[in-house]
């Protein structure tokens, strides 16, 4: 079953990726008069799969947080007030319980 946070994050892909495409219309266009219109259709479609896919991410990582383009090192200055604060406790808290299920399976 998909969760309404999925589909939305969907939406916003595919609302970037059809962006993205009318922005670059004209460079694609161009170049591609000269093909025959089959290719030209899956080079658009090509490109499209290839936007779509990074800018929503896999799941591995992270669902395609912009956190993953925040270095972890500004979280506490530049980006501080948009949750950056926040963001690194979160990261310290995982690391830390990482690091104590591996201290206890080193010790079984």
């Given at each position: 079953m998909v969760s309404l946070r999925g589909l939305s994050s969907l939406a916003k892909g595919m609302l970037t990726v059809l962006a993205a495409l009318l922005l670059l219309a004209p460079v694609i266009a161009a170049p591609a008069s000269l093909l025959p219109p089959l290719a030209a259709?899956?080079?658009?479609?090509?490109?499209?799969?290839?936007?779509?896919?990074?800018?929503?991410?896999?799941?591995?990582?992270?669902?395609?947080?912009?956190?993953?383009?925040?270095?972890?090192?500004?979280?506490?200055g530049r980006h501080v007030e948009s949750g950056g604060l926040a963001r690194g406790e979160q990261e310290a808290a995982i690391e830390e319980i990482q690091e104590d299920a591996a201290d206890r399976d080193r010790k079984e």
């Open positions: 259709a899956l080079v658009v479609v090509g490109l499209s799969i290839l936007l779509y896919l990074r800018v929503v991410g896999s799941d591995d990582e992270g669902g395609g947080s912009v956190w993953n383009a925040i270095p972890s090192r500004q979280y506490n």
